[in-house]
């Protein structure tokens, strides 16, 4: 089990930045994989970045050069660092967590949700 906490959220002037945080309950270099997601009303819930325990990252092409995912080890933290952002960034955004285990040679893979937080970017 993985509890995951968000925070970080609020309105924000297009062109400005946010930062969101997500705490784990639990050592992040245990998760295989953290993630951001968000939803629009209206709309299904998107990838924005990911990031492995291995350290490999993978952002949306929307996103791609204005958001960084990163992991505070020590502190069991993912955060997401949302520059240049755009009316069309106004989400639910949502912090994940997958976890694969083996039992019996037999992959079970987890997903674990945050309650989210709220962007909204407006002049």
């Known amino acids: 089990q993985v509890q995951l906490v968000e925070s970080g959220g609020g309105l924000v002037q297009p062109g400005g930045s946010l930062r969101l945080s997500c705490a784990a309950s639990r050592s992040i270099s245990s998760i295989n994989a953290m993630g951001w997601y968000r939803q629009a009303p209206g709309k299904q819930r998107e990838l924005v970045a990911t990031l492995t325990s291995g350290g490999s990252t993978n952002y949306a092409d929307s996103v791609k050069g204005r958001f960084t995912i990163s992991g505070d080890n020590a502190k069991n933290m993912v955060h997401l660092q949302m520059n240049s952002l755009k009316p069309e960034d106004t989400a639910v955004y949502y912090c994940?967590?997958?976890?694969?285990?083996?039992?019996?040679?037999?992959?079970?893979?987890?997903?674990?949700w945050g309650q989210g937080t709220q962007v909204t970017v407006s002049s």
């Open positions: 994940n967590a997958v976890t694969r285990v083996l039992r019996l040679a037999v992959p079970y893979e987890y997903a674990f």
